[in-house]
């Protein structure tokens, strides 16, 4: 299954114009500032490295992806990914959404921030008072793809600008430029079509912030765009700057492969890249494959673990990144028992040996035809067909959105 997708406006051509219109105006009547429900939660254990539970919504008749995924505080690409088979511009009225508001912790020191890049997810960890329970804060964000230069590792905030200005760099102005676009030299802090937003971190990583944005652009939260630092709602990014001080510690990681622990119950995510398709000329983003997760798996889990192998290149191939259990710690039992053998003459296998077999099978091209394949994941529906051959009103709109 590829997990490749055209960018919202691309796909916004495949439908037919009446319905697009419908949709563009839906999208105008809902460009209002939302509240989402914040993502915080409590840490009583050093141990627990799992927070929160998955959802589900039913859509209503105007509601987007989008839509729900702002009320409910998810990105962009992690609503779409975790409802792979739901039509994100019109899922329909009663149709079941799921939420994935369950989260694997990075594994980086739970101090500051820690962003976790391969996710698109913010982690906040305030400093403790004497006495009180450690709780973590999370919140979606969107980084830049082509100009994300960013080294993995250890900043801090060094400022915070309420209303900053935007000086768009020479390089934008002059991509803008080509496609006739002239920007302005500045925008004034506070102008609602400042796409920083009102409020901004300033790192000490030279011209990265974690701002906002302009209402105009912030149902695109959770994507990897062409342009920009770390991008929030607008409604985060003014909650976070009410908790994180100046010199707050911001670690970079990378984490597309995570595995967890909530009592005795081991789970794992993995978190496969959403192409936006903003830029063809750009190679695709690398897919995790099997043999990283297995690798990752021989060295946080004991070699003697049982594991189905079935249901981890499934989680693989799928790459939701919605945490799924593997196994229990307690006694290593498998979570999904391997339904091909009777259930007293299945022979566990420990992850060292899945291990090699998906080395041998995935890297070194030799495929071992008794391995378990994945099944095959869920498509999403098909676009009804265009009509005509343009729709300037919704196509200049979806082009200031996103």
Known sequence: MSARRGSPIQEFHAISSPMKRWIATLFLISSYP?????????????????????GQARARSDDTLIDIAREFDLGYDQIVSANLNVNRWIPGEGTVVTLPSQYILPGAVRKGLVLNIAELRLYYYPALAKGSTPEVFTYPVSIGRMDWRTPLGITRVVKK????????????????????????????????TNPLGRFALRLGIPSYLIH??????????????????????????????????VNT??????????????????????????????????????RVTLG??????????RADSSIDSALIATIVEVGDGVPHEIAVASDSRSYTRDTTMPAETRKPSSITDEYQKAVSHYLQGSADKSTS?????????????????????????LEERY
């Open 373 to 397: 394949q994945p099944s095959e994941a869920p498509r999403r529906q098909p676009r009804p067909p265009y009509e005509e051959a343009d729709d300037s009103t919704v196509r200049q709109y």
């Open 34 to 54: 939302l509240t989402a429900q914040c993502e915080r939660f409590p840490l009583e254990s050093p141990q627990t490295s799992v927070v929160g539970s998955l």
């Open 249 to 286: 510690q911001v670690t970079i990681v990378d984490e597309p492969i995570k595995i967890g622990r909530l009592g005795d119950r081991v789970f794992l995510s993995v978190h496969q890249p959403l192409d936006e398709g903003e830029d063809e000329s750009l190679p695709p983003l690398p």
């Open 212 to 245: 906002g944005v302009d209402e105009r652009k912030a149902f695109g939260i959770g994507m990897r765009v062409t342009h920009g630092c770390i991008r929030m709602y607008p409604e985060d990014i003014e909650e976070l700057f009410g908790l994180a001080p």
């Open 161 to 192: 600008e309420r209303d900053p200005v935007w000086r768009p760099p020479p390089s934008i102005r002059a991509e803008h430029a080509r496609e006739g676009d002239a920007l302005p030299e500045s925008i004034a802090g506070g102008d609602p």
């Open 292 to 301: 990283q997760v297995m690798h990752h798996l021989s060295t946080q889990m």
